[in-house]
Structures are given as structure tokens and as C-alpha cells.
């Protein structure tokens, strides 16, 4: 069978895949489990993986090269409501995305999708202008000399780099006012440190209810060149992670040995299915594209891309797109 190489974030949606328990159908899988950052860093700097789990905005960046390297497939590892993602120095008075108009907000990477979501929900929702923060980018936890990847600085917002010391410690001392972000500081929570939305569930319902979208952070994606040399991968790679997704929901139903360290695990995947729906995490482009205009109307008004690109675009050339 062809051998494909796959690099995956670490999660009970990917484990199935790794140990075996879930095949690639007609394709012998080399699985790599790592964290999600220096996945990012590796595949954008060495595009060592055939497969790889790949950070949403950066992907529809790619579309407009002029080479097309990937081909994303329309599921999503990774999804995650950002709202809980808001730190914010406790003395800076920030009580509302709002108050963030003319602050500084740190950043990690400029076009991670959490900032991207953040962007566009703030401003469609919440009254802030995205360009009216000024934006700091730099290391989290330790300073850093330059990207990690290669970012591309629309000319309309206001950016400052930091290499000097980390985000987490900029916050803290107030030297920044603000963080979005995909992991904690290691200066919350504390006396100077807090999030901007303390109890962020009630908030990240009510978009919910607003607008249906459980926010997507990472997609899938192939070299364009692999699947043009294996046909059958797209599909088998999609089947395959839509099976693993259901292995992991069956783990958490099952109660005769946790599979997590939550005591109430159960409780919680019945509360969210009530409150989101039995199928919160869907595959497929049917059931994401109202979710994929928004982000791809998103990316473009930040400025990252130009092309006003529709859902089908982002998997064209797949053999999911009826899925």
C-alpha cells in the first residue's frame, strides 16, 4: 500500500488514528502527534508531512499562491469558542471588547485563527473596529527574535514586535493590555492578570445562538501534489477522520473507565449535545458552509487575502465536495 506521512495535534479525535485503531483505508499511515505549535512550525517551515492538521487562516492563504501547495479536506481537528481566550491586565479598565479600541493587544501570530475570529466577532458583534487596537506581537512565554512562520502585516493596522520579553510578562506588568491567544499565560491567574470575560460560557452560548458556529481553529490539509498522485486519499483520509471523531464521542459516553480525568464526563457531553446539537463538530462542507463564508469573509477583511473566496474554493479539486 502507498505510504503517507500525517502530523496531527494530540487529542482523543486523532489517537484513534495514530494507534491504528482507526485505518486509512488502502494507504499505510506514519502518524505523528505533537503540539500544535510546533506542528505549525515545522510543516510551514520544512512541509515535512504529506498530511497535516493546518491552521484555518494560514491555509486560505496558501490558496493564493500562485502553486497551490494544499488541498484541504473539510474537517476540522480542531474548534474551539475564543471567547475564554481574552486576557486582559486587571488595571487597564477593560470591561467589554469595546474598551479595547486603542489598546495594546498581544499576539503570538498574526494570522492564527483565534486572533482571526476574535477580529472579525469582536467588530460584526461587539463594536470594535480591528484596526483600532494596536497589535504587539512577540514570544507568550519567552521573547522571541521573529516569526516562527512567515506573516504577512496588512498595512492598515498598527503592529508593533516585541523581542525583548514575553507577551505573559508585558500583560502582567501592563506594558500590554490585552491578549488573545490559544493557550493561557503563565501569568493568569493572578493579582495583575485576568480574562475579559470571567465566566465566557454564557457569552460563547449566546454567539452560539446568534449565529450557529462552533469556530473551527485548524482544517485539514494534504499536499496538492500527493492527492493528485493518489486517488481515493481525499476521500479515505476524510471517512477515516470522520470515524476516529466517532470513536472518541463513544469514549466519552462510555462511563465503565473514563477516558478523561473529568468526573462528570458524561454530564458534560450530554449538556453540550443539548445545548449544541448531537452533531456540534460536523464534517463536511454542507454543514460548515455558513461558518466557512463567515471566515473566509473574515480573512479577507483583514486584509491576509485579497480573493473573496466561496466554501467550495477551499476544497476544489477534492471528491468531498457533495459531502
Known sequence: MPRISIGLSDSDRTRPLASGEVPIAGFDADVTLMGVQALFNRQLGEHV?????????????TLERPDRPYLAIPVFPSRHFRFSSVFVNKAAGIAAPADLAGRRIGLMVFDMAAAVWLRGIFEEHHGLDRTAPIYVTGG????RAGDEHPQHYP???RIEHRTDRSLAELLATGEIDALYTARAPSTWPSATVGRLFEDPKPVELAYYAR???FPPMH???LKRKVAEANPGLVRALYDAFVAAAAVARARLFDQAALSTSLPWQLEALLETERLLGRDYWPAGLAKNRAMLEVICRYVREDGLVDTAFTPEELFEGGDVLDT
Open 140 to 143: 507568550l512565554e519567552a521573547p
Open 211 to 213: 449565529t450557529g458556529i
Open 155 to 157: 498595512a492598515k493596522f
Open 219 to 221: 482544517v485539514l490539509a
Open 49 to 61: 508531512f504529506d498530511v497535516c492538521e493546518f491552521p484555518l487562516a494560514t491555509y486560505l492563504r
